[in-house]
């Protein structure tokens, strides 16, 4: 069946460090990749999506780049904030939406 | 509009209690989605809807789960006779049919007591 695995986590990185967090998905044809993050207290938010291979999705600095070929969705920005301190879920479309275990990012001054 | 509403926010219960939780969507779309999460975990599917039809319910649901959609528009979540194990956040979501992302309320936090 059709699934997300993410990397565990916690992360915990110094502001203006690199990020990747790593995701890879099995499905049945090309589903739709998303990205949500969820901030303290609040619900989950779409970050960035990509709906083909080989498609980039962006925003607020970050990115994901969608591997047919390995199977896989990760996340990354050049240099994260305080502010970017939230929980990560990467997350496939098939009927219904299909979230991985989610990756925990503190970032420290 | 102003986004997928879901209600109440927090609802503490007695075990044995039955709850019902209401969720708003966008108006424009006619997918909608229920979702449960427990600390640390990502959103587990529950069931969802296209329109007033439910077209697919997680099999690891018990019996005790029961969803309505009855006109197509918003949609309520019953739970009888709850358990410890149903303390989580019940999240609500909507959609377009196709590709695009899902929009999720604030979520409706069961503590069963």
């Known amino acids: 069946g059709d699934s997300v695995t993410q990397m565990e986590g916690p992360v915990t990185l110094s502001e203006e460090a690199f990020l990747t967090i790593n995701c890879t998905y099995t499905a049945t044809g090309y589903p739709s990749l998303f990205w949500y993050v969820q901030y303290p207290g609040e619900g989950l938010q779409l970050l960035l999506k990509a709906t083909k291979a080989d498609d980039k999705g962006s925003n607020k600095g970050f990115e994901a780049t969608y591997r047919k070929e390995t199977t896989s969705f990760h996340l990354e920005k050049g240099s994260v904030q305080v502010s970017d301190s939230a929980v990560y879920f990467c997350a496939l479309r098939a009927n219904q939406f299909y979230f991985g275990t989610g990756t925990s990012l503190t970032v420290i001054p | 509009d102003t986004g997928v509403s879901q209600n109440p926010r927090h609802k503490i219960t007695k075990r044995g209690q039955n709850v019902t939780f209401r969720c708003d969507p966008i108006?424009?779309?006619?997918?909608l989605y229920w979702y449960r999460q427990t600390l640390g975990q990502g959103p587990e599917f529950l069931t969802y809807f296209q329109n007033e039809a439910q077209l697919e319910k997680s099999r690891l649901l018990s019996d005790r789960f029961s969803a309505e959609r009855p006109k197509g528009s918003f949609s309520t979540l019953e739970i009888q006779r709850t358990e410890q194990g149903d303390s989580a956040m019940y999240l609500c979501?909507?959609?377009?049919?196709?590709?695009?992302?899902?929009?999720f309320g604030q979520g409706t936090r069961l503590t069963v007591v």
């Open positions: 979501a909507s959609s377009f049919p196709t590709d695009t992302e899902a929009f």
């Open positions: 108006s424009e779309h006619n997918r």
